[in-house]
């Protein structure tokens, strides 16, 4: 079989305009995602028991179902209960940063908890209180033991948002369809969105490696 390079070559710009799509709403997921993962992993390790509770709730459903559920329950079920319709932006940064911050607050949890309990004991002692303690000794040695998982749900989310193409959201999976309806050559362009989606994933790992030298995270 005869590949078509010269088809290939001149769908990559369509495809790049995609692939920044992609990078967007990956970026913006995450983003929202640590936020919400912050919050729910601290939750998880808080006393306060009614809270830990709900946080253990919303971690095993979102991880407990797949991210392409949660998209059709945000962008085809959410409008039965609102009574207007959801835009598809709002739809796929909602339901990924959503899916993102369940995996981020494992994430950050097991991060805690890998900071020895010595050293919450010497910041209480010293009159901080468990905020501060969390804020200005714990996290600042858990965010550097936590940057290699964050590396690798940025690269998982960068895969997993094409599933946001069902919704008719135009990003790399979504532009690949297109140019496919319009040439019939599938092979040639399901291989070029293989490679744009290669290269992005490398260019996260590299980044990702040398964040880890930077932080001396070993």
């Known amino acids: 079989m005869n590949l078509n390079f010269d088809l290939m070559v001149n769908s990559f710009p369509l495809l790049l305009a995609g692939a920044g799509i992609t990078i967007e709403i990956t ?8 936020l919400i993962g912050c919050m729910v992993g601290i939750a998880r390790l808080c006393t306060i028991k009614p809270l830990r509770y709900l946080a253990n709730v919303y971690v095993d459903f979102i991880r407990g179902t797949p991210l392409l559920v949660q998209i059709f329950l945000v962008y085809f079920a959410l409008p039965t209960i609102t009574g207007s319709r959801v835009d598809p932006f709002f739809a796929a940064i909602s ?44 996290m600042p040695q858990a965010f550097k033991r936590i940057i290699p998982p964050l590396g690798n749900e940025f690269i998982a989310m960068l895969k997993d948002s094409s599933l946001v193409s069902v919704i008719g959201f135009e990003e790399l999976t979504r532009r690949g369809q297109l140019i496919i309806a319009r040439t019939y050559a599938s092979f040639e362009i399901w291989l070029a969105v293989a490679f ?19 932080f001396d995270t070993k």
Do not use: H, P
Not at 27 to 34: D, T, W
Not at 120 to 128: Q, V
């Open 27 to 34: 970026a913006l997921s995450v983003f929202f995602g640590m």
């Open 95 to 138: 339901a990924c940063s959503i899916n993102s911050g369940a995996y981020v607050a494992e994430i950050f949890r097991a991060g805690i908890q890998s900071i020895d309990k010595g050293q919450m004991e010497a910041g209480r002692s010293l009159g901080m209180t468990w905020v501060q303690t969390m804020r200005y000794i714990i």
């Open 196 to 214: 744009v989606y290669l290269i992005m994933t490398f260019a996260v790992a590299r980044f990702t490696g040398y964040l880890e030298r930077r």
